[in-house]
């Protein structure tokens, strides 16, 4: 495909996606019917249609409008928009002169437009951040950075480097956690990579990796929102405990026993009542579903899709969650409480009003990763209870 057929390939999915359809699920059905397209064509298109819903407000507005046409356009500066838009073959039609006008002109623009977010949203991330908001809202508009575990179990770092390079893929290790290596070349030959298929590395952001690289050691732990089990397998191979995994839908933890025999570690799954037979843990983690606002890079549509009504729900849960796991922690255990938001009230706020309603437990640790630290944005809170070590 040419690039102005990509550029036209771009526009249908975002009009798709735009109408109502999902991004994955846009995505996925127009390459189902556009067998002419090769994997570069795929990743190329996939590219443009994640960076334009990651910049949606600003590409709309110098693009002319919430619309595929618009958003693709108001990603190009003038001269590569007057390369892809010649109506020449599958290429989208000929710039307009209001179009033209619109691209070429240096506008001001409102801060909701420049921080690429929802109006209501600017309160929270000011909240946040301060001064660096603006900033975390530009990372938020990258694209996210390819970060593999090392499974220390069965390596280590360096050996992880020579194995990936192998495969004709370049590693560097990361200062934010001593797992970490990110992908610098070649990332997408990772599934097919001898490193990966033999377990030694695993596909885990770089601060998740600190998260769990931060957890105090114990004998027994229990995962209690451990979805797809990216925790506890990371905690599993820095501890010898005995593990366990529950998440509220059973079926997310379908893969895990697969996965956790590629790691080489054990991990028993839980359901409810197994969990308060087999309680007290000494560490009970709760990754808890949140806005992923500090993953917007990788899932940009759910910024736009965030509403306040949501996002109050969400804090319910995150409290219902913590309300439940403080029963199944051992009286000198620890409660970890983690997310992948960036948002004070998912956070800070969430913990402060554990803390007042739960006067006997005490944070241990409290701290925030920003997108600015090169990884996803999350938090991470330790609770103990008061007079016990933690
Ligand atoms: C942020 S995800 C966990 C990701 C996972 N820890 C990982 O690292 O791959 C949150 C998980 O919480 C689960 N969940 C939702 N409601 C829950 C509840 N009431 N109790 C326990 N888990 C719940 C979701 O199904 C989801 O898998």
Redesign the pocket.
């Known amino acids: 495909m040419t690039p102005g057929a990509r550029a036209a390939a771009a526009i249908e999915i975002l009009d798709l996606h735009l109408g109502g359809q999902p991004l994955e699920k846009a995505l996925t059905n127009w390459a189902r019917r556009s067998r002419f397209a090769g994997s570069k064509d795929r990743a190329a298109i996939r590219d443009i249609v994640f960076d334009r819903i990651r910049s949606r407000a600003s590409c709309a507005l110098r693009g002319g409008g919430l619309t595929g046409r618009g958003l693709v356009l108001g990603g190009f500066d003038l001269e590569m928009a007057q390369q892809m838009f010649t109506g020449e073959g599958h290429a989208p039609s000929p710039l307009s002169a209001e179009e033209t006008a619109r691209i070429d002109a240096p506008s001001s623009l409102p801060p909701e437009v420049t921080a690429n977010l929802p109006p209501w949203l600017l309160a929270h991330f000011e909240a946040a951040f301060g001064d660096d908001m603006m900033p975390v809202c530009a990372a938020l508009t990258e694209r996210a950075k390819v970060f593999v575990r090392v499974n220390l179990r069965k390596g280590d770092v360096e050996h992880a480097q020579s194995a990936l390079a192998e495969d004709g893929i370049r590693a560097v290790a990361h200062p934010l956690c001593d797992s970490a290596l990110e992908l610098t070349e070649n990332p997408r030959k990772l599934a097919g990579s001898r490193a990966y298929l033999d377990g030694l590395v695993e596909l885990?952001d770089v601060a998740?990796q600190a998260v769990c690289a931060g957890l105090p050691d114990a004998q027994t732990m229990l995962?209690?929102?451990?979805?797809?089990?990216?925790?506890?397998l990371?905690y599993g191979a820095r501890h010898d405990a005995r593990l366990f995994a529950?998440?509220?839908?059973p079926r997310?933890l379908k893969d895990l026993p697969e996965r956790a025999a590629r790691a080489g570690v054990a991990v028993e799954r839980l359901d409810d009542v197994q969990c308060t037979r087999k309680a007290p843990f000494d560490l009970v983690?709760?990754?808890?579903?949140?806005s992923?606002s500090g993953a917007w890079r990788r899932q940009p549509e759910g910024k736009w899709r965030l509403t306040p009504e949501a996002l109050e729900q969400l804090l319910a849960?995150q409290r219902?969650?913590l309300d439940?796991a403080v029963s199944l922690v051992r009286p000198e255990g620890t409660l970890a409480y983690?997310?992948?938001s960036v948002l004070r009230s998912e956070n800070e706020d969430q913990i402060a009003q554990f803390l007042d309603h739960n006067p006997e437990w005490a944070q241990s640790c409290s701290r925030r990763y920003s997108p600015l630290e090169g990884g996803d944005g999350f938090y991470v809170a330790h609770l103990t209870r008061r007079g016990s070590a933690s």
């Open positions: 885990q998740s995962d209690y929102c451990a979805g797809g089990g990216g925790k506890v990371a529950h998440d509220g839908n997310r983690l709760c990754d808890v579903p949140c992923g849960l219902e969650i439940r983690a997310t992948c």
